[in-house]
Nanobody, 116 residues
Framework: QVQLVESGGGLVQPGGSLRLSCVAS????????LSWYRQAPGKARDFVAS????????NYADSIKGRFTISRDNVKNTVYLQMNGLQPEDTAVYFC?????????WGQGTQVTVSS
């Protein structure tokens, strides 16, 4: 019943911006921390950012260097990833993740391609 659906990916040029969304259902959204991960073809899935249940605490991968911002709306059951200053190395499928009762759930992913 837990479901995560990402959207907002696309093709952008270096320096561009995108805002990803992940709509959640099947659990009490406001009680859980959410995270974003990304995976390039043939590479490992890497942590990007996380946000606490109330949105008061966030963590980011060092590689982002302040370019991305994670946020959430507990009324809309949605977590966001604002991506600014995109670079080719940001090209990947971006996934949202939640652990409910100790089990990890993933969305289907949304493709972000940064190319000149």
């Amino acid at each position: 019943q837990v479901q995560l659906v990402e959207s907002g990916g696309g093709l952008v040029q270096p320096g561009g911006s995108l805002r990803l969304s992940c709509v959640a259902s099947g659990f009490v959204f406001r009680l859980y921390s959410l995270s974003w991960y990304r995976q390039a073809p043939g590479k490992a899935r890497d942590f990007v950012a996380s946000i606490s249940n109330g949105g008061g605490a966030t963590n980011y991968a060092d590689s982002i260097k302040g370019r991305f911002t994670i946020s959430r709306d507990n009324v809309k059951n949605t977590v966001y990833l604002q991506m600014n200053g995109l670079q080719p190395e940001d090209t990947a499928v971006y996934f949202c993740n939640v652990h409910v009762l100790g089990f990890g759930y993933w969305g289907q992913g949304t493709q972000v391609t940064v190319s000149s």
